[in-house]
């Protein structure tokens, strides 16, 4: 895919689209403003632990230094962002994605943001997090947080930013890729993009591993020798593993260990999360 040239008037005039959602779409703070510093979680159908994700961030972080971006590709959401931003929380921005479809054809670039773009959860994920990199980028964002929603913060995430790096995360060789469970962007220094359809589309199984999720950024980002800083990001998390996309449930860690019908495993994931919530419940209450 080639880079989208962010001074394209067809861009802006997207962004200017952006800017006219109508209200069904997303939910922001009452006097809500992009702050220099966000951090953006892309959920899809994990809503048992967004809300303790935001109250364990909430912990660490004071809520005026950091815009909060929640990006929901949810099949059926059942998240209330509401309970934040009716009782006073600044700088939340919450765009619900079941409800949105927004197509830009641009000099061979293809935006789609739509439920239906993708039958997966990685593809969606990186689609996602790719479209809102430029968005806030020109949003006046300069340091990025990603985060998945399935973790509980131990300590300020925004610790791990430092402007020196393009990037900042957990290399995992095994994937060849950056861990995006929590890493730092530097949008004045990144020119890739997060998504690469010819990367990620109409591979086969094995091949499609090489770049699952962050595997064509992190490619990217080396061949470009974009300054890079490599952490212990379990300094910063507690991460429940596959609970960001729960609709998959045979995929969370410790299912493919357990012998249940697929009919039992709804019930079982549940019981899972539940355990791994009240063992680390010190970190939201």
């Known amino acids: 895919m080639n880079e989208l040239n962010l001074k394209d008037v067809n861009y802006f005039n997207m962004v200017e689209k952006w800017d006219s ?4 779409c997303f939910r922001k703070s009452k006097n809500f403003k992009f702050n220099k510093n966000a951090l953006l979680i892309i959920n899809c159908d994990s809503d048992l632990f967004l809300h303790p994700c935001i109250r364990s961030l909430y912990k660490n972080v004071n809520q ?3 815009s909060l971006i929640i990006f929901d590709n949810s099949n059926s959401t059942k998240f209330n962002i509401d309970l934040y931003i009716e009782y006073g929380f600044n700088n939340i921005f919450y765009i619900n994605n079941t409800k ?3 197509k830009l054809e641009d000099e061979g670039y293809r935006a789609v943001l739509d439920t239906h773009f993708a039958n997966s959860a990685s593809v969606m994920h990186c689609k996602s997090v790719d479209f809102m990199m430029k968005i806030l ?3 006046g964002v300069e340091n990025l947080l990603l ?3 399935d973790v509980l913060f131990k300590r300020n995430p925004f610790d791990i930013v430092n402007t020196d790096y393009a990037c900042v995360g957990e290399f995992y060789d ?3 890729r950056i861990e995006p469970y929590l ?4 949008l004045n220094k990144i020119n890739i993009n997060y998504f690469d359809e010819t990367r990620m589309l109409g591979l086969t199984s094995d091949d499609y591993r090489i770049y699952d999720t962050g595997g064509a950024f992190t490619e990217d980002l080396f061949k470009n020798k974009l300054p890079f800083k490599d952490i212990k990001i379990n300094d910063y998390i ?3 593993g596959g609970g960001s996309y729960l609709f998959i449930a045979d995929d969370i860690n410790g299912m493919k260990s357990i012998n249940v019908t697929k009919e039992e495993q709804p019930q079982v994931a549940f019981d899972l999360v539940y355990d791994w919530l009240n063992k680390n419940s010190k970190l939201y209450f």
């Open 21 to 24: 959602i109508p209200p069904y």
């Open 147 to 149: 985060a998945d929603s």
């Open 100 to 102: 949105w479809y927004y």
């Open 64 to 66: 005026n230094d950091f």
């Open 238 to 240: 507690e991460h429940f």
């Open 183 to 186: 890493m730092y962007f530097n």
């Open 137 to 139: 980028k020109i949003k």
């Open 174 to 176: 095994v994937k060849n």
